[in-house]
């Protein structure tokens, strides 16, 4: 390798929806003769972006990876209400539009979701499972720890019909997200971050976690669902159960004793990715290079 010479070149894109919403995507390549033909689309997580993700595409990409890392809408720097949805169906919809844009082909491609951006990938993954090779829920929610009281609850659901985008506070403490104490002190200066949801976006959700269960045998690809422990956000016992109910002949369930929710942002975030790397890495051989939007 020439010394000097980066390992990643990331381009960002804004990719016209279909409802013409712009959609903030960044897109990490390596240098041309260490591409290797595979994609991994990373999903964040709620009221983040996808900026959060970069130190873990720094890694994928010096393994030959391309790296995509969307901001959801209503998220970071793409258009929409922030943390709202109408329906849930639109982000699922604002993923078929960057396949299509990047042209990803299904079978080298990867989807790596944290927490809601891994309820995401998981109802992408039981409606559209032509459209990706293997698929790593990380921490995802598929029940919720955090707990809202009846009457805020009851309002929120009066709310979601009368006057959807009422917003309501998050109940997450950011120490429950890592113990690593340098990511706490970044969150708390990023003005990306938000600290609200609608009472439309809380709903959608709930609805989207009763499918992903109900629905759990669309799933055939191979499954890496890694789970935090110590998780103080989504309930950590209720990957397994999911998990089983998947039709998937290839899954597996790792458990991350002593970690809490954000497990790519924990202090050992790099054993976590390079175990995930390895095993997505025996799924998806390295083969034909992708297109590269870059040079385009």
């Known amino acids: 390798r020439q010394r000097g010479a980066p390992i990643m070149k990331c381009t960002e894109f804004n990719v016209a929806a279909s409802d013409s919403a712009n959609l ?18 990373i999903i964040h997580g709620t009221s983040e972006h996808g900026g959060r993700y970069l130190h ?6 010096a393994r030959g990876w391309d790296v995509i890392i969307p901001d959801l809408r209503g998220h970071g720097r793409s258009d929409g209400i922030a943390v709202h949805i109408d329906y849930f169906e639109r982000y699922l919809q604002d993923l078929d539009t960057i396949w299509q844009y990047f042209e990803l082909n299904p079978e080298r491609t990867a989807v ?9 990938s998981i109802r992408f993954a039981e409606t559209r499972p032509s459209r990706l090779a ?22 929120g659901r009066l709310m979601s019909f009368v006057a959807p985008t009422t917003r309501f506070q998050s109940k ?7 113990r690593n104490s340098v990511v706490l002190a970044r969150r708390a200066s990023d003005p990306l971050l938000r600290r609200s949801v609608t009472a439309s976006w809380f709903f959608q ?7 992903a269960h109900e629905q759990a045998g669309a799933i055939t690809v191979p499954v890496l669902a890694m789970q935090a422990g110590d998780d103080l956000i989504v309930d ?27 497990l790519l ?29 870059t040079t385009m």
């Open 112 to 120: 790596v979701g944290h927490s809601f951006g891994g309820l995401i």
């Open 205 to 211: 959700m709930k609805q989207a976690l009763r499918d």
């Open 236 to 262: 950590p016992l209720a990957v397994e159960p999911w998990l089983e109910k998947t039709e998937s002949v290839d899954r597996t369930l790792k458990i991350l004793d002593k970690h809490y929710h954000e």
């Open 56 to 61: 873990a595409a720094e890694k994928a990409v």
């Open 265 to 293: 942002n924990e202090e050992d975030w790099q054993e976590t990715l390079l175990e995930l790397l390895t095993w997505l890495e025996a799924k998806i051989q390295c083969g034909k290079t992708s297109v590269d939007r």
């Open 172 to 178: 997450v403490p950011p120490e429950h997200t890592t």
């Open 24 to 41: 903030f995507v960044r897109y990490c390549v390596p240098r041309p003769a260490d591409r290797c033909g595979r994609t991994m689309v």
């Open 134 to 155: 293997a698929l790593v829920p990380l921490s995802p929610l598929l029940g919720l720890r955090v707990k809202i009281n009846m009457v805020t609850y009851a309002l």
